[in-house]
């Protein structure tokens, strides 16, 4: 019997009001959902943006100035021709812009170490010795290098007295940038040769 049936026979029999009540079951309210954990995409990121082109490293490289450290003087460089040079006693008179010095040696050189050629004069010049650790034959003097930038120079080469090498020069200097352009230093340097017999 339904419920509104048996609550108006309790009236009749003079009972207490009924109260209706239902007997279908309530569904329970549904429990939220947990949150899902969300991860943020992946931001897609382009090579090009994050990796310079080989234009762009070119272009930097052309707008980079990059100096080597290379060091230069001025000077005049007189090789000598040739190389090597008979034994005997030498006198060298060595003439730049007005001032003089004289120079003696000998050949073969002295022992590794030790000075082979003395001057006197104000002649500002580096005389070369080589060959001190071959064979007595392969000894020489020279190169000559004159410091600065002298106009005139003059080389004179006596061996036991009699002249055996002479040589006047009016170099003319290059300008010389061993680390590249625009980077120091900047020197100017000129070269020539002797020949001693």
């Not at 339904?2 to 108006?8: I, T």
């Not at 930038?149 to 940038?177: C, D, N, W």
Request: contains cysteine; aromatic residues 4%.
């Amino acid at each position: 019997m339904k419920p509104r049936a048996l609550c108006a026979i309790a009236l009749f029999l003079g009972l207490a009001a009924c109260q209706i009540t239902t007997t279908e079951p309530v569904s329970p309210e549904p429990e939220p959902e947990p949150a899902a954990t969300q991860t943020p995409a992946p931001v897609a990121t382009s090579a090009a943006s994050t990796k310079p082109s080989e234009g762009d490293l070119l272009d930097k490289l052309k707008n980079e100035k990059v100096c080597t450290e290379m060091g230069c003087v001025d000077g005049f460089h007189v090789g000598v021709d040739p190389e090597v040079w008979p034994k005997g006693r030498y006198q060298l008179e060595l003439e730049a812009d007005g001032k003089k010095s004289t120079c003696e040696a000998s050949l073969p050189l002295p022992a590794c170490g030790k000075k082979a050629v003395s001057c006197k004069g104000d002649v500002e010049v580096m005389i070369g010795e080589s060959g001190c650790a071959l064979p007595p034959e392969q000894h020489g003097l020279g190169p000559f290098t004159f410091k600065g930038k002298p106009a005139k120079v003059a080389i004179t080469v006596k061996r036991g007295g009699k002249e055996v090498g002479k040589a006047s020069f009016s170099p003319t200097y290059k300008t010389v940038q061993p680390n590249g352009p625009s980077c120091p230093p900047t020197c100017e340097h000129a070269t020539d040769k002797i020949t001693v017999k």
